[in-house]
Protein backbone atom coordinates (compact mmCIF):
# COMPACT_ATOMS: atom_id res chain seq x y z
CA UNK A 1 0.00 0.00 0.00
CA UNK A 2 1.42 3.78 -0.94
CA UNK A 3 0.09 6.70 1.09
CA UNK A 4 0.11 10.09 0.06
CA UNK A 5 0.50 13.16 2.10
CA UNK A 6 -1.92 13.99 4.68
CA UNK A 7 -5.18 16.20 3.85
CA UNK A 8 -6.61 18.36 6.62
CA UNK A 9 -10.16 18.32 6.81
CA UNK A 10 -12.59 19.72 9.33
CA UNK A 11 -11.22 23.05 9.25
CA UNK A 12 -8.04 21.31 10.51
CA UNK A 13 -9.05 19.43 13.22
CA UNK A 14 -8.66 16.01 11.42
CA UNK A 15 -6.71 14.69 8.42
CA UNK A 16 -7.11 12.17 5.48
CA UNK A 17 -4.29 9.77 4.62
CA UNK A 18 -4.82 8.79 1.28
CA UNK A 19 -3.30 5.48 -0.12
CA UNK A 20 -4.02 3.30 -3.35
CA UNK A 21 -6.79 0.92 -2.26
CA UNK A 22 -10.40 1.27 -3.30
CA UNK A 23 -13.28 -0.55 -1.98
CA UNK A 24 -13.06 -3.55 -3.49
CA UNK A 25 -15.29 -3.41 -6.99
CA UNK A 26 -16.07 0.37 -6.63
CA UNK A 27 -13.44 3.21 -7.15
CA UNK A 28 -14.08 4.14 -3.64
CA UNK A 29 -10.83 4.84 -1.71
CA UNK A 30 -9.61 3.35 1.25
CA UNK A 31 -7.95 6.14 3.44
CA UNK A 32 -7.19 6.68 7.38
CA UNK A 33 -9.09 8.96 9.41
CA UNK A 34 -6.10 11.04 11.22
CA UNK A 35 -5.53 13.23 13.96
CA UNK A 36 -3.90 16.44 12.14
CA UNK A 37 -0.45 15.02 13.81
CA UNK A 38 -0.91 11.88 11.51
CA UNK A 39 -1.89 9.55 14.49
CA UNK A 40 -4.28 7.11 12.73
CA UNK A 41 -7.83 6.78 13.87
CA UNK A 42 -10.28 4.96 11.91
CA UNK A 43 -10.05 3.28 8.50
CA UNK A 44 -12.74 5.02 5.96
CA UNK A 45 -14.50 4.00 2.67
CA UNK A 46 -14.79 7.29 0.99
CA UNK A 47 -14.33 10.91 1.90
CA UNK A 48 -18.08 11.50 2.44
CA UNK A 49 -17.55 8.80 5.17
CA UNK A 50 -15.19 9.70 6.51
CA UNK A 51 -15.99 13.77 6.81
CA UNK A 52 -18.86 12.60 8.66
CA UNK A 53 -17.04 10.94 11.08
CA UNK A 54 -14.46 13.37 11.82
CA UNK A 55 -17.35 15.96 12.46
CA UNK A 56 -19.30 12.57 14.83
CA UNK A 57 -15.94 12.76 16.85
CA UNK A 58 -15.27 16.38 17.01
CA UNK A 59 -19.47 16.92 18.24
CA UNK A 60 -18.18 14.83 20.99
CA UNK A 61 -14.86 16.11 22.03
CA UNK A 62 -12.89 13.15 20.78
CA UNK A 63 -11.28 15.09 18.29
Known amino acids: MVTKP ?14 TLTEPGTTTPIMW ?4 SGERLELMHGREA ?8 IDKGAL
Open 50 to 57: AEARAAAL
Open 33 to 36: LCRP
Open 6 to 19: LELIADGRAALEYS
